[in-house]
Structure formats: structure tokens, C-alpha cells
């Protein structure tokens, strides 16, 4: 089993920075890819952002030139950079970790951007 644990959300103002952490723990075997998802009030989840295994990125377009994740392989652990927020960022966001087989979801921790 593997477990996920996120830290770092909390309120903000628009155009401010935050960074999430994620640390991922358990059964980790192979190669895995690493990302962030986020959902909003009343609306599915969402793809923000992807990191694989090799270190290949993807992003939603709202959120390029913005946001940046990165990973640190050996300690497990993912990070979202934040900045420029904007009012329709404000959601939960949940760590990621994808296999070839399984997918695993931490908790969730809230992102509040209000002025």
C-alpha cells in the first residue's frame, strides 16, 4: 500500500504564492509518475499537474506559465509551486502517484485564494 500525505495549502490572496508538498510512503517498487489534481466546489476533478518517472511535465493550460511541479525522486516527494493566483484556484488539491497498475490519492488539502 502506499500513502500520500500533502501540506502547504491555506489562504491566500490573489496574485500571492503558495507550494504543496507531497510525500509519498509504503510499497513503492517501480517507476512511478507523480502529478496534482484539484477539485472545485460542484465541479470534477481536475488534472493540474503531471511529472513521470523521467521527469517529463505536463500542465492544464489554466495553469501554465504559472504553477511548476517538480520531484524529489529519492526522498518521494512531490511539489507544486504556485504563483499568481487567481480566485478560480481555490480548490482541493489531492497528491497523485500512477503506476502501469494502480493509482493512489492523498487526502486532499484546501487552496483558498480570496481577497
Known amino acids: 500500500q502506499v500513502q500520500l500525505v500533502e501540506s502547504g495549502g491555506g489562504l491566500v490572496q490573489p496574485g500571492g504564492s503558495l507550494r504543496l508538498s507531497c510525500a509519498a510512503s509504503?510499497?513503492?517498487?517501480?517507476?512511478?509518475?507523480m502529478g496534482w489534481y484539484r477539485q472545485a466546489p460542484g465541479k470534477q476533478r481536475e488534472l493540474v499537474a503531471r511529472i513521470t518517472s523521467g521527469g517529463r511535465t505536463n500542465y492544464a493550460d489554466s495553469v501554465k506559465d504559472r504553477f511548476t511541479i517538480s520531484r524529489d525522486t529519492a526522498k518521494n516527494r512531490v511539489y507544486l509551486q504556485m504563483n499568481s493566483l487567481k480566485l478560480d484556484d481555490t480548490a482541493v488539491y489531492y497528491c497523485?502517484?500512477?503506476?502501469?497498475?494502480?493509482?493512489?490519492w492523498g487526502q486532499g488539502t484546501q487552496v483558498t485564494v480570496s481577497s
Open positions: 497523485n502517484l500512477y503506476t502501469a497498475w494502480a493509482d493512489y
Open positions: 509504503g510499497s513503492i517498487f517501480s517507476s512511478y509518475g
